[in-house]
């Protein structure tokens, strides 16, 4: 998989939008970025994925740089039941859904 | 619509014993995928399977572990005289056929809990 650096940790207040940043420097031309959250004890929960054009869905927004070296998940009101670890991850190969997980970004919600 | 289910939820085998790890995989789904979480670590690949057959296997132990995926029922990760070091949550994943380069996301499973004594 392409490399993907984020923060180890993050803090938002409830209500706010969180942003998770990753760095994907080494992605290629047709290598999609997906998002996937684990919140304690479940199983890892699909968010979102995209190209390179900006993605929104129901639960949260794909910001991507208009190089593509990094990308911005942003939940636009975080509620306490958003604290999970978030991961940004570039399959090698389109389709092959062969996920490597890094360490992730564990975003905390606080009331 | 029931999503992956898995079971059972948790598992305690003492070592030696055998380990059966059952996946149904999202109705309409024809691939599962087996990872592997070890206590405070990432996910990790284990292996990729469709109806009865094995796609990857490049991230399972060389030995006592297997997989399958029969035509019909769940799919199956048996882990033959666990030892300790097998603890961890096992999860499964489905994801239906892949049609042109857009690939589908992963539906996981909430896990199977091991616990070798």
């Known amino acids: 998989d392409a490399k993907t650096t984020q923060p180890p940790s993050m803090d938002c207040a409830e209500g706010r939008a969180a942003n998770l940043p990753c760095n994907h420097s080494t992605i290629s031309g047709n290598e999609y970025v997906y998002w996937y959250r684990q919140i304690h004890s479940q199983g890892p929960q699909y968010i979102i994925h995209?190209?390179?054009n900006n993605e929104t869905n129901e639960m949260a927004s794909l910001i991507i740089t208009e190089d593509r070296k990094s990308s911005t998940l942003i939940l636009p009101h975080a509620t306490l039941r958003d604290t999970a670890v978030y991961y940004c991850i570039v399959p090698l190969i389109q389709g092959a859904q062969k996920l490597v997980f890094g360490q992730g970004t564990r975003l905390t919600i606080n009331p | 619509n029931a999503g992956v289910m898995q079971n059972p939820r948790h598992l305690v085998r003492r070592r030696g014993q055998e380990a059966r790890l059952r996946c149904s995989p999202v109705?309409?789904?024809?691939?599962v995928y087996w990872y592997r979480q070890l206590p405070e670590e990432g996910l990790k690949f284990m292996v990729y399977l469709q109806k009865e057959n094995i796609i990857d296997e490049s991230g399972m132990p060389k030995e006592r572990f297997s997989a399958e995926f029969p035509k019909e029922g769940p799919s199956i990760l048996r882990i033959q005289q666990v030892v300790r070091g097998d603890s961890a949550a096992y999860f499964c994943?489905?994801?239906?056929?892949?049609?042109?380069?857009?690939?589908?996301?992963?539906?996981f499973g909430n896990g199977t809990r091991l616990t070798v004594t």
């Open positions: 109705k309409g789904h024809s691939h």
């Open positions: 995209g190209l390179k």
């Open positions: 994943a489905s994801s239906p056929p892949r049609t042109g380069a857009l690939g589908s996301p992963l539906h």
